[in-house]
């Protein structure tokens, strides 16, 4: 079955513009995670969806923001661009949101790269 | 807060050796910890987890043991290879899908 797809692979912006990127998780989860990964700080979560509602949300600024569809498929938005937000982002999917231990599966990831 | 520490890499192996990469953490509860692999230019894949003190979690010859004592889920295989070079995470778990990483271990396997 088709895994995580992410959406654009890669792009460039510069400062002060905002970006969107998308993520279609596999088919059947209901869950979606966003995550952060950059050289100086690792991989830092910034938020979860499920069915449509933002679970959790990581210590990030207003201007990271996201939002699920009905059909799962999530997209997260970064406005007002700032260098610091060069990153891969990756988006992570999952059946569920339990208190336990799920499984997440990641897709490749978004590199923004901002001038 | 919680927080996961991993030893620094990179991690550089001849193929067939032994590897070990460390990990502990810091978290209130009995958290669920993970190993994550990153290949060159691909997301994370789940590589192993543990659920609760004890468990074991095992996959493609990697090991790790849930050590509640020590707070440790240190990484180990008994004889890597080269298509084992790849970046490592060690992340931790208290629930939902919010992941805690370490900072990332390369390992990088010779012939």
């Known amino acids: 079955k088709a895994g995580v797809t992410q959406t654009p692979r890669y792009l460039i912006k510069t400062r002060g513009q905002q970006v969107t990127l998308s993520c279609s998780p596999i088919?059947?989860?209901?869950?979606v995670s966003w995550y952060q990964q950059t050289p100086g700080q690792g991989l830092q979560f910034l938020f979860e969806y499920f069915s449509e509602t933002q679970r959790n949300k990581g210590n990030f600024p207003g201007r990271f923001s996201g939002r699920q569809f009905s059909n799962s498929r999530s997209e997260m938005n970064v406005s007002t661009l700032e260098l610091g937000d060069s990153a891969l982002y990756l988006c992570?999917?999952?059946?569920?949101?339990?208190?336990?231990?799920?499984?997440?599966?990641f897709g490749a990831g978004s590199r923004l790269t901002v001038l | 807060g919680d927080s996961v520490t991993q030893m620094e890499g990179p991690v550089t192996l001849s193929e067939e050796a032994f590897l070990t990469i460390n990990c502990t953490y810091t978290a209130t509860g009995y958290p669920s910890l993970f190993w994550y692999v990153q290949y060159p230019g691909e997301g994370l894949q789940l590589l192993l987890k543990a659920t609760k003190a004890d468990d074991k979690g095992s996959n493609k010859g990697f090991e790790a043991t849930y050590r509640k004592e020590t707070t440790s889920f240190h990484l180990e295989k008994g004889s890597v290879q080269v298509s084992d070079s790849a970046v490592y995470f060690c992340?931790?778990?208290?629930?939902?899908?919010?992941?805690?990483f370490g900072t990332g271990t390369q390992l990088k396997v010779e012939l």
């Open positions: 992340a931790l778990s208290r629930g939902g899908n919010k992941l805690t």
């Open positions: 992570a999917s999952s059946l569920v949101s339990s208190p336990g231990a799920n499984v997440l599966t």
């Open positions: 088919s059947g989860h209901r869950s």
